[in-house]
């Protein structure tokens, strides 16, 4: 018998779940808890924002236990994460019982399983007691019972796996640690908050200190959280996200070296700038028009962090359309490439593209639904520019309008984490118009040293059409007059003497021979960035 159950589990890893089944499956079973709490239990009515945010809630918190408890069990077995990738999707609906064994229990209810936000003396207590001497209110019935069942398991694996008592002792401490760290996250990061923060000694927390720190309702730059029962949760979410890419990137580089190294160089240092800087000029904007929404606060700046990443994310699934579209073309100009290294095939690349988008929509999500809807129209763009049936890019002029377009997408993300109500009514027309032609006219300069694939493939760019070297005087002629417009658009002639200073420079940066195209971009956005401090302290203050 216990031969047959040890043959069964390390049968179990020798099968492998890709990622894309990981995330479906995971996030059915969090649907499954959804409808458990809010259509079996006797609950009270909460509204459509409520059920999301507590449904994202759950993803993080599931999410980020089950990864580390995957990490932990890799590291003990010594073995790659990717062979317990089987065997772990079957633990996933051990989140479905907390609510069920509740149900049973209470007929009908779900106890209140809340974190624990204790002293750092209470909190140990609570450790050594496994989840005892809790406030008032609070009762880990399912949850304990759940956790204990976690931990028992994790240690039958490890034994039938080593066959080692103090490995398994070992992990099934480890195991029951990381529930009470997750179960506990709240205080410990108030914990590490107040030690980096002169505010109050960390011998001196109590409970209600934690609790007003992430329950307070907080006015996050323009973003009003208008429910104060889910105020914890929608504030922990903020810090969830940043860990969960931290941790799925340390899995990543443990899955697979040579595919998380792949990407890291595959990802356009140039382009990374320029949308970063894109979004900090609708953040700027945002704060001309709407000074007072700029206070500073830890949540203020993991707000702008989330949406960074979740830029970064939306821009590296877009690369991945456009690298599996292009691929005719990166065999000739772009031969380093992950698609064309053979480094992922065509369907692993996919799913990779897919969790990028996901990550950036979670990410957009977590501050609020207007921001999600940006990302969506961003990729919804990024798919038109690179994949058939449209495959807009190749059409000269209409493809780097669409490009504009998406350029301005990610100003308005800056733009409306300040703005009062998240809408675009304070924004200067002038500026969006002036972005959209200087950008339509200007990004042709990322295509000089895609041009012979382009050819090949049929792509009809400017340097395609022109040729590299009256491409490159056409292009540099556009960047000027897109500088010159910042004069008239803006009305300010004080900045004529300086637009005619870097538009000169940009144009013979652009027009010499001995820049190759493949550094082109940089250089220009180099002299653009420093124009644009100019622009700003003249213009605007």
């Not at 018998?1 to 779940?17: A, G, N, Q, S, T």
């Not at 008592?165 to 990061?189: E, H, Q």
């Not at 998380?260 to 320029?274: D, E, T």
Request: proline share 4%; net charge positive; with cysteine.
């Amino acid at each position: 018998m216990m031969k047959k159950i040890e043959k069964m589990l390390r049968d179990l890893l020798e099968k492998r779940v890709s990622a894309m089944t990981w995330l479906l499956t995971f996030l059915g079973v969090m649907f499954l808890r959804s409808f458990v709490e809010q259509f079996i239990a006797v609950t009270k009515s909460i509204t459509l924002l409520e059920t999301v945010l507590e449904f994202i809630h759950n993803f993080y918190f599931f999410s980020l236990t089950i990864l580390l408890l995957w990490l932990l069990l890799s590291l003990i077995l010594k073995i790659k994460p990717q062979k317990l990738s089987y065997a772990l999707i079957f633990s996933l609906f051990l989140a479905i019982t907390p609510p069920l064994i509740d149900i049973v229990k209470t007929h009908g209810q779900i106890y209140w399983s809340f974190y624990l936000l204790s002293s750092p003396p209470e909190l140990w207590q609570q450790y050594l007691t496994v989840f005892g001497h809790l406030p008032s209110g609070i009762v880990y019935f399912g949850t304990k019972i759940t956790f204990l069942a976690v931990v028992f398991l994790a240690a039958i694996f490890l034994w039938f796996m080593t066959k080692s008592f103090w490995k398994t002792l070992l992990g099934a401490l480890a195991t029951y640690s990381v529930l009470f760290f997750m179960g506990a996250f709240p205080s410990l990061f108030y914990y590490a908050y107040t030690f980096f923060t002169p505010t109050k000694k960390i011998s001196e927390i109590h409970g209600f200190d934690i609790a007003g720190f992430f329950g307070s309702p907080e006015k996050i730059l323009g973003v009003i959280f208008p429910s104060f029962q889910y105020t914890l949760a929608y504030k922990l979410n903020y810090i969830y996200f940043i860990v969960l890419v931290f941790t799925l990137m340390v899995l990543f580089r443990f899955i697979s070296r040579e595919k998380f190294m792949a990407v890291l160089k595959n990802l356009r240092l140039p382009q990374i700038v320029y949308h970063g800087g894109m979004f900090f000029i609708g953040l700027g904007l945002g704060f001309l028009q709407y000074r007072d929404n700029f206070h500073l606060s830890l949540f203020t700046f993991l707000a702008i962090i989330i949406l960074l990443l979740s830029i970064i994310f939306s821009w590296m699934a877009s690369v991945v359309i456009n690298d599996i579209h292009d691929f005719k073309i990166d065999r000739i100009s772009n031969p380093d490439r992950p698609l064309t290294q053979n480094v992922f095939t065509v369907p692993e690349y996919f799913q990779f593209g897919a969790a990028c988008f996901f990550l950036a929509f979670l990410g957009g999500l977590t501050i609020g639904l207007s921001f999600a809807m940006l990302i969506v129209v961003y990729q919804i763009l990024a798919w038109f520019y690179s994949a058939p049936p449209y495959r807009i890019k190749k059409f000269p002029v209409l493809a780097t309008l669409i490009s504009a377009v998406a350029s301005l997408v990610i100003l308005f993300l800056g733009y409306i984490l300040v703005s009062n109500n998240q809408t675009l009514s304070g924004l200067s027309w002038r500026i969006i118009l002036l972005l959209l032609i200087a950008y339509t006219i200007s990004l042709p300069i990322k295509d000089f040293k895609d041009i012979a694939g382009d050819k090949e493939d049929g792509i009809w760019t400017i340097p395609v059409i022109f040729g590299e070297k009256k491409g490159r005087l056409i292009v540099a002629t556009s960047v000027f007059i897109s500088y010159a417009l910042s004069v008239f658009f803006l009305n300010e002639m004080k900045l004529f003497f300086w637009a005619m200073l870097f538009g000169a420079a940009t144009f013979a940066v652009i027009n010499n021979q001995k820049i190759k195209p493949r550094d082109l971009p940089a250089r220009v956005l180099g002299l653009v960035s420093i124009y644009f401090f100019i622009l700003v302290w003249i213009a605007f203050l």
